[in-house]
């Protein structure tokens, strides 16, 4: 089984560091664009089966990417977004009081604390865990090439579980993976390798996140 984890392209939250979470927003063109560059870099990969975060930037970015081939698309609820409850609609860069809460969950995930509505860490490596470990079981997707499409935090839980961490303070050890870059995983004998990771099949220079 080969899995190609990758993040959905750029939002117009994205580029206002704008805090989105489960705010369904769509993809710009700017995030399309990227999409596409991303599909050509796959297009001779052959995919069986796709699973997407249900929120729209997510499904819009798999769609893309699977392009002409008839592959069928599920939608996943275990691998969106982390959520951030009230703090979503902020800006990272503001000067509030919800805002300077909310950058902990980059620059000291292990004092972060999600407002009541929200979701922490630990529940969202639960969650990935849970669908990463029905994906590596499941008999019949042994011999497939699965596309899932997911988010910046949700990607890195994932990423952060096959490479053995699980922990809350080194949460962002490899940082914020940047948009549309996809990371090969292979399962073999009920194990999980990472083959490639990171990589990116547009020319833009890869944009990071900043909290400030």
């Not at 399309?32 to 929120?55: F, K, N």
């Not at 090969?184 to 390798?193: D, F, L, P, Q, S």
């Amino acid at each position: 089984m080969i899995l190609y984890i990758v993040r959905h392209g750029e939002t117009d939250w994205n580029l206002a560091h704008r805090i989105q979470g489960r705010t369904d927003i769509e993809l710009n063109d700017y995030g399309r664009h990227l999409a596409e560059e991303t599909a050509r870099g796959m297009e001779d990969i052959p995919i069986d089966i796709g699973y997407t975060s249900p929120l729209k930037r997510a499904r819009e970015t798999a769609r893309i990417i699977l392009g002409k081939r008839k592959t069928p698309l599920f939608d996943e609820p275990r691998i969106q977004e982390i959520s951030f409850g009230s703090y979503e609609g902020l800006f990272s860069s503001g000067e509030d009081e919800k805002s300077r809460a909310f950058n902990l969950f980059f620059t000291d995930t292990k004092h972060y604390v999600p407002p009541g509505d929200g979701e922490t860490i630990r529940q969202l490596y639960e969650r990935t865990g849970n669908f990463l470990s029905e994906i590596i079981s499941g008999e019949e997707l042994k011999d497939k090439r699965i596309l899932i499409s997911t988010h910046g935090a949700a990607m890195t839980a994932l990423l952060n579980r096959i490479k053995g961490n699980v922990s809350v303070e080194h949460f962002w050890k490899d940082e914020v993976p940047p948009n549309c870059s996809v990371t090969e995983v292979r399962i073999w004998n009920g194990k999980a390798e990472i083959i490639k990771e990171g990589m990116i099949f547009y020319k833009e220079k890869v944009k990071k996140w900043k909290t400030v």
